[in-house]
């Protein structure tokens, strides 16, 4: 599934992915506060371990 189409101007979102973005927003929000709430309050860095395909499909 494609969630983006190439013009002259760049990338822009499907109608798909418009309609997806309010819980993708939400769930990516949900996964940064529950990520937040893993680090001590004297730790300015959070070290997170994926996969090589997740990182490159979805972190980069």
């Known amino acids: 599934m494609e969630l983006f189409e190439c013009t002259s ?4 979102p499907v109608p798909v ?6 819980q ?3 769930r990516f929000t949900g996964l940064a506060e ?5 680090k001590r309050n004297d730790e ?3 070290n997170l ?7 490159s499909r979805w972190l980069i």
Request: glycine content about 10%; hydrophobic content about 55%.
């Open 9 to 12: 101007s760049g990338l822009k």
């Open 17 to 22: 992915l418009k309609v997806a973005l309010p």
């Open 24 to 26: 993708l927003t939400a």
């Open 34 to 38: 529950g990520l937040a709430s893993l």
């Open 44 to 46: 300015k860095m959070l």
């Open 49 to 55: 371990t994926v996969g090589s395909v997740f990182a």
